[in-house]
């Protein structure tokens, strides 16, 4: 019988093993029966409980993930260099320096953990097992998607742009320790991913309830309809969104309600949430709530990034818009009495500092996948689809209502930049800016003036022709997997 090995990518991840937390370390089953690792669903559950955990990672979603977007894709910016992850913001890469390599080893890692679940519950399947991993194995293959998802974002050019350029790795079982495996294109990893969020899918329609802080059988077609638009499937992609939106499983909130859902855990709109906990994944003062927050308003807050002056003259377009609410002054870099709303407070439950019920105000839970964003992935796609203008004048006001004086969008005035505003304005300090500018092909314009921090690293505007749009692969990678030494980002 193959070998698995617990060590699978190590020529690829040169260092994963030693980043993450041993309890996260499934041993491999050999024998296909009850005396290995993962011998019931029970079992699967605590591994899946280990993959959820990785993610929670400050080289992940914990916190630099979610801060690559935003802060380079111009509705962030910085009031001092060299103060911590500045070099996302002035895209000071290089494969040597400011590589962000840890994406790239944190990321594998949850796909290696999620390949060695996979593997053995297929052993002990095998074996005539009379467990039913059907659900958790959909909620696995729906994770693997989301990481290559992140991964080919970060490392390859957007789909509609270059889908021949080189994507990542893509390793779906263990593999020997000497395996030297190369890039696929964009479209072959947006293939996989498709693949497996089919896979998820169809493993899962037996049981659509939520699942509170796990994958779930529609955060699975929400991520679905993500993945489509990416790929300007807009038809697939509307389909994905309204089986969510029709589902009656999940509601948005009234705009009275939207500020108070950041100091709640696991609310009407979230379909995958990750859970901080104090004990394990609450990062503290170097958590996203402290990166957010203005300088001294807690012990240890920096006010590293702030929200920039273009994204707050949009929000501005009605100051009574909800999403101020989360948003407080960060007067204190001004010798002014004109205060400026530039700290977010998302993170941290609220500029009250409540959190979301827990011990710590920065042990907030965090969001991937709301139901708000379903809509406009919904209105986007509809806009190009045979849905029509005014079905996605629809969907976006559904979201846009939570500005009430602005007036709502209709089939003559509803367009690609309403929806995109409306996306920055909804989901600010969410994870996605960036990669909505670059996949619309939009300049992204940086608000370098605010304190005039000198950035000699990119230009003040960029678009996607710039090179560093995508990551470097670090020359550790390279050296541990020489195989992929020619297929480096060009520019780097």
């Given amino acids: 019988m193959k070998k698995i090995y617990i060590a699978a990518l190590a020529m690829l991840i040169s260092s994963v093993l030693?980043?993450?937390?041993?309890?996260?370390?499934?041993?491999?089953?050999?024998?296909?029966?009850?005396?290995?690792?993962?011998?019931?669903?029970?079992?699967?559950?605590?591994?899946?409980?280990?993959?959820?955990?990785?993610?929670?990672?400050?080289s992940y979603y914990g916190r630099n993930f979610l801060l690559y977007a935003d802060a380079k894709g111009g509705d962030l910016t910085i009031y001092s260099a060299g103060r911590g992850n500045d070099a996302l913001y002035s895209f000071n890469h290089t494969a040597n320096s400011g590589s962000?390599?840890?994406?790239?080893?944190?990321?594998?890692?949850?796909?290696?953990?999620?390949?060695?679940?996979?593997?053995n519950i297929a052993l002990v399947e095998d074996a005539d097992s009379n467990e039913d991993f059907s659900y958790v194995k959909g909620q696995a293959y729906a994770l693997r998607a989301l990481f290559y998802f992140d991964l080919v974002r970060l490392y390859g050019l957007p789909y509609n742009y270059n889908k021949d350029s080189y994507g990542v790795p893509v390793v779906t079982e263990p593999i020997e320790a000497t395996a030297q495996p190369t890039r696929a294109s964009v479209k072959d990893t947006y293939a996989q991913i498709l693949s497996d969020l089919d896979t998820a899918v169809s493993l899962m329609a037996d049981d659509k309830s939520t699942r509170d802080g796990f994958m779930s059988y529609y955060a699975a077609v929400a991520l679905t309809a993500k993945v489509k638009l990416y790929m300007e499937d807009y038809e697939g992609a509307l389909k994905a969104a309204d089986e969510v939106i029709s589902s009656g499983k999940y509601s948005l909130y009234k705009p009275e309600d939207w500020a108070d859902s950041w100091s709640k855990q696991f609310?009407?709109?979230?379909?995958?949430?990750?859970?901080?906990?104090?004990?394990?994944?609450?990062?503290?003062?170097?958590?996203?709530?402290?990166?957010?927050?203005?300088?001294?308003?807690?012990?240890?807050?920096?006010?590293?990034?702030?929200a920039s002056d273009y994204f707050l003259d949009r929000l501005g377009e009605d100051p009574d818009d909800v999403r101020w609410a989360?948003?407080?002054?960060?007067?204190?870099?001004?010798?002014?009495?004109?205060?400026?709303?530039?700290?977010?407070?998302?993170y941290i439950g609220g500029t009250s500092l409540s959190g979301d019920g827990k011990a710590t105000a920065s042990a907030v839970n965090i969001k991937i996948l709301r139901l708000s964003e379903v809509y406009l992935i919904a209105a986007e796609a509809a806009l190009h689809s045979s849905a029509g203008a005014d079905k996605a004048a629809e969907?976006?006001?559904?979201?846009?209502?939570?500005?009430?004086?602005?007036?709502?969008?209709?089939?003559?005035?509803?367009s690609d930049d309403m929806i995109l505003d409306e996306r920055s304005k909804e989901l600010f300090g969410e994870g996605n800016r960036f990669f909505?500018?670059?996949?619309?092909?939009?300049?992204?314009?940086?608000?370098?003036?605010?304190?005039?921090?000198?950035?000699?690293?990119?230009?003040?505007?960029?678009?996607?022709?710039?090179?560093?749009?995508?990551?470097?692969?670090?020359?550790?990678?390279?050296?541990?997997?020489?195989?992929?030494?020619?297929?480096?980002?060009?520019?780097?």
């Avoid at 962000?100 to 593997?119: D, K, M």
């Avoid at 901080?276 to 990034?305: C, N, V």
């Fill in 395 to 414: 969907y976006l006001n559904a979201v846009r209502c939570r500005a009430p004086h602005l007036a709502p969008a209709d089939a003559s005035t509803i």
């Fill in 267 to 306: 609310g009407s709109e979230s379909l995958l949430e990750l859970a901080i906990t104090p004990e394990e994944a609450d990062l503290g003062s170097a958590s996203l709530g402290y990166y957010y927050m203005r300088y001294g308003h807690k012990s240890g807050a920096q006010g590293w990034f702030l």
């Fill in 100 to 119: 962000y390599s840890a994406f790239w080893r944190q990321g594998y890692y949850c796909v290696l953990q999620v390949n060695t679940l996979l593997n």
């Fill in 18 to 58: 030693v980043s993450c937390d041993d309890f996260l370390d499934m041993q491999p089953t050999q024998s296909g029966s009850a005396d290995g690792a993962v011998a019931t669903v029970a079992d699967a559950e605590v591994a899946m409980n280990g993959i959820m955990r990785a993610m929670t990672s400050s």
């Fill in 436 to 492: 909505d500018m670059i996949r619309l092909n939009r300049t992204i314009e940086f608000n370098d003036d605010f304190m005039s921090v000198p950035v000699s690293t990119r230009e003040k505007s960029i678009d996607r022709t710039f090179y560093k749009i995508v990551l470097p692969i670090s020359q550790d990678e390279i050296n541990a997997n020489p195989a992929i030494a020619s297929q480096q980002n060009p520019g780097y």
């Fill in 326 to 346: 989360v948003m407080d002054n960060d007067e204190y870099w001004y010798d002014t009495d004109i205060p400026r709303s530039g700290a977010c407070y998302k």
